[in-house]
């Protein structure tokens, strides 16, 4: 989660995965995955938030909380960017891992 928590606190003030958790009432490897399909569809063709909800089997309302938590549409997209930047390895593969093994995804 630290690696999560470090690039959320480059997009939003007091925001970290276990906090967020709490908030939204998901656990932080749902908040995770979350966060990841978030940044992953933001770039990509459809609905965000519902591309994100195919990707997770989260709701849609409990993935606009979350954006709503991390500052809104402005910070997904520097999410986004900063995952981007990562070009599939680093930090966003490592997510992406992390997430298919919580929950069973290979």
């Known amino acids: 989660m630290g690696l999560l928590d470090g690039l959320l606190g ?3 003030e007091n925001v970290d995965v276990k906090n967020l958790a709490a908030k939204v009432g998901l ?3 749902q908040i995770e ?3 990841t399909a978030l940044g992953r569809a933001h770039g990509a063709p459809g609905d965000t938030v519902d591309t994100a909800a195919a990707a997770t089997g989260l709701s849609a309302d409990s ?3 979350i954006i709503d938590h991390i500052g809104g549409e402005g ?3 520097h999410f986004a960017g900063l995952l981007a930047a990562q070009g599939g390895s680093g930090i966003l593969g490592e997510l992406s ?3 298919s093994g919580v929950f069973g995804k290979h």
Do not use: F, G, N
Request: no cysteine.
């Open 75 to 77: 910070a997904l997209a």
């Open 27 to 29: 656990t932080p490897e």
């Open 63 to 65: 993935l606009r909380q």
């Open 10 to 12: 480059q997009v939003a």
């Open 33 to 35: 995955s979350a966060i």
């Open 97 to 99: 891992d992390l997430a």
